[in-house]
């Protein structure tokens, strides 16, 4: 078969899934759950794959499912992505009324169009012509939340990374990967359309304790040494470095106090607060983050507190390698047209498959089909077909493009790639992170 074939015939076998696939992602859609937690998801996930025939492993990163379609030789591996968990989101009508979980992400369409590519792939029983495997995996954690949940996993030695993508890198399980993609929604996007090109900040976490000394708020505040006031002057440092942060960096800091003190009549002397230091790239991040540690440390110093800077490994930027992404988007044009495949600029949003592109070739296109804001309440999938079906045939028609003619071009754009970091170095770069922590 010549590779127009090919495409044809997996395409011709997603839509003769289309119901399957699209049940899948909607029973996904009403039972959410959140990182770390995404049992029944990753079961059902497990469930599909074994009735497909799929060879696969289970638990990984506690939740995450991986299986390998080989081809007739396995020159090189591309996995196709899909997040398990859900984002809290209380006002979504969908939500777990005890979780708050919700859909609202649309992760769920995520690992509908993952396996739409297994049934592509599957029924069409082209793999015989791949010099290559296709990898699907479904990866948990990728919303940033519970933090307080993730922080026990990490002290009982459950995972190091509040990133699921982050934690199966530093477990190896990336390690016989050479590329991945994967495709998220657009908000307010009805249309059946895809973006590509677009790229996404990085952010490091902090969380921030000051210690003062407690006394009567109103008799004997001359012997106290107030805490509060000396995360109100921390605060006020940080402001006053937003002019030394560059237009082009992209740099967001948005601090919140998460306990101000205990009672009214006592001076405070626990005061706690969290951020996020976020940023277009690495060297911008890292610069803007020494920034905000030293106006930190300034109002505490200013009244004489002590403060303690925890920083927590967030997501590096999101850069789409662009030969990959050309691919995909050829395909998307072939599928919806010329005019509904458009180049996206830069968002402040983040997630952990920027972690994955400083490593591997990746991409991270965006498709249509959502009504309403991501999370939000208001986000519903309202066209399956351009949500669940279309990035499923794109991606498939792209690992075909990377795996046939003994996988010449995955190995030309695996050749290209000048990767950020080693595994080795990625690691090291986050424990150098977390052995600094400030006092």
Known sequence: MNITEIKQR????????????????????????LGYKETRTAALVSKTLTELGIAHE????????????????????????????????FEHPHADRTTGAAHCCGHNAQIAAMLGVGY??????????FDG????????????????????LQADGVIEFFGG??????????????????????????????????????????????????????????????????????LMAVQTQRETFRDDDHIRVHPIITRGGDLVNIVPADVRMETYVRGKSIDAIMDASAKVNRALRAGALAVGAEVEITEMPGYLPMVNEPHLEALFAANARDLVG??????????????????????????????????????????????????????????AMTAIDLLVDGAKRGKEIKQNFRPRFTKEEYLAFWQELLAGEEK
């Open 58 to 89: 289970t638990g990984l990163a506690v939740t995450g499912v991986k299986g390998r379609l080989k081809g007739r030789k396995s020159e090189l591996s591309v996995a196709v992505l899909g997040e398990l968990d859900a984002v809290v989101s």
């Open 165 to 234: 993508k982050q934690e199966l890198i530093r477990l190896g399980e990336f390690d016989d990967i050479d590329m991945s993609m994967m495709v998220h929604i657009e908000s307010d996007n009805p249309d059946k359309s895809f973006m590509v090109g677009a790229t996404a900040a990085g952010f490091i976490g902090k969380s921030i304790h000051y210690r003062g000394k407690e006394a009567h708020a109103g008799g004997a505040p001359h012997e106290g040494v107030n805490a509060l006031n000396a995360a109100m002057l921390g």
């Open 133 to 152: 495997d296709v990898v699907l995996f479904a990866v948990p954690a990728e919303e940033y939340v519970e933090l307080d949940y993730r922080r026990r």
């Open 120 to 129: 592509g792939l599957v029924k069409s029983g082209v793999m015989s012509e």
């Open 338 to 395: 010329e005019g509904q495949v458009r180049t996206g600029g830069f968002t402040a949003v983040s997630g952990d498959n920027g972690d994955l592109m400083q490593l591997m070739p990746s991409i991270i296109p965006s498709c249509g089909g959502i009504t309403g804001q991501a999370h939000s309440r208001t986000f519903v999938i309202s066209d399956p077909d351009a949500a669940y079906i279309l990035p499923a045939k794109a991606m």
């Open 10 to 33: 997996v395409c011709q076998a997603i839509d003769a899934n289309r119901d399957a696939i699209i049940a899948l992602g909607e029973q996904i859609f009403r039972h959410p759950e």
